[in-house]
């Protein structure tokens, strides 16, 4: 275990080297032939094979406890005892938005049909995120994971992967990269908010028969949500409430990204990485029981899931000590801490990033360009 904690503290710093302008000293790309390898071993394994009996009863579970959760909310009526049920709500809509994740990557049906149906009534109509936006936003992730220029989710509009991203904003934008290890976990209060207007954006902005079957589950959603709180509750209460359900909502799911990229090395937009190194060398996994396993909805296991995003969530754990010992045949640095840990490496990398983007500027910051990020 020791031996794991030197590798990953060893990583973290390649990541922060990488940052300051340092080579940043990846292990030399293979030919691709070692991912082949690799991906016969899994399916020999059956790791890739559905879990139908496994994922009937997560969802059916979870949409128990969804409808549970309303159904006191409506018992309950104008009370501050409410707040309770928006903490309950704001866990079990992160729940939901990852069985919505699962049937995004096609773990749960090997129809793309039935996968996208699952994925609507999870994302846009059970918690009002639109499926079809994340999913081309996560897809392209998922092909260039902490690549510059390629991967959308270190695009650097909240938080800054380079010192580069920083200098480009106007001033305040810049101050908060500068103390966004700060600002971090109090910014992941807005997430669920930006993701939903997000979508919406990302919807209005393009046409076609899924965009209207969308829109329309989003409307049921949205209007459902808001008619529920603000006819049950005060006004002064609901919006208490919608701040409470939908904070703690982005808080957990930001919480269970976090961990994934953030302060792992970042690839050069040209910098040519085969695809096992690629996926292995920018992500990191959590170490736990399978509580772990239930909290993060399976993202704990990162390494995995980016080397086979359509294995089944249940598989993961299965599939981590071969994926684990073949890296080490291959000298590929393999990096696993707890989850305590990872948020630790996490702020010390966007700290680092923070501070070598340089001083403040004394002066207005307006030469950066029409193109800089406020």
């Known amino acids: 275990m020791r031996a794991q904690e030197d590798r990953l503290t060893a990583d973290s710093a390649v990541g922060a080297a990488r940052l300051a302008g340092v080579p940043s000293m990846l292990p030399a790309t293979g030919t691709g032939n070692d991912y082949a390898q690799l991906s016969r071993m899994v399916k020999r394994a059956g790791l890739l094979r559905r879990r139908p009996v496994y994922y009937s009863l997560k969802i059916g579970l979870n949409l128990v406890l969804l409808a549970a959760g309303w159904t006191a909310f409506a018992m309950l009526g104008r009370s501050w005892w409410q707040m309770l049920v928006a903490v309950f709500l704001a866990v079990m809509f992160t729940q939901t938005g990852f069985i919505g994740h699962d049937a995004g990557h096609r773990q749960i049906s090997g129809s793309k049909r039935v ?20 999913v081309s936003k996560h897809n392209r992730h998922h092909a260039h994971p902490n690549q510059i220029g390629r991967d959308p989710d270190i695009g650097g509009r909240a938080v800054a992967f380079t010192p580069g991203q920083i200098r480009a904003r106007h001033r305040v934008g810049a101050w908060l990269g500068r103390y966004q290890a ?34 329309g589950l989003l409307a049921v959603h949205i209007g459902g949500y808001l008619t529920a709180v603000f006819a049950v509750l005060s006004p002064v209460q609901a919006v208490v409430f919608l701040v409470v359900q939908q904070g703690l909502f982005g808080v957990y799911l930001g919480s269970s990204f976090a961990p994934n ?42 390494i995995e899931h980016h080397l086979f995003p359509s294995m089944p969530r249940p ?3 299965h599939a981590q000590a071969p994926v684990r010992a ?13 989850l305590l840990a990872s ?4 702020l010390r990398h966007l700290h680092t990033t923070g501070r070598a983007a340089g001083p403040e500027p004394a002066a207005d910051t307006a030469a950066a360009g029409p193109g800089a990020t406020p």
């Open 115 to 134: 996968n996208g149906l699952i994925g609507r009534i999870h994302g846009n109509l059970l918690i009002g995120l639109s499926y079809g936006w994340w």
């Open 326 to 338: 073949f890296c080490a045949q291959r000298g590929i640095p393999y990096s696993e801490t707890g």
């Open 343 to 346: 948020y630790t490496q996490v």
């Open 315 to 317: 598989s993961l754990r």
């Open 261 to 302: 990229h953030k302060g792992m090395p970042v690839v050069g937009k040209d910098e040519k990485v085969d695809f096992l190194r690629r996926q292995v060398l920018t992500s990191r996994n959590i170490r736990g029981s399978v509580l772990t396993d239930l909290a993060l909805g399976g993202l704990n296991y990162q």
């Open 182 to 215: 700060w600002l971090f976990f109090p910014m992941l209060l807005l997430e669920g908010f930006h993701l939903h207007i997000a979508g919406m954006r990302a919807l209005l902005g393009h046409a076609g028969k899924a965009r209207w079957a969308e829109a």
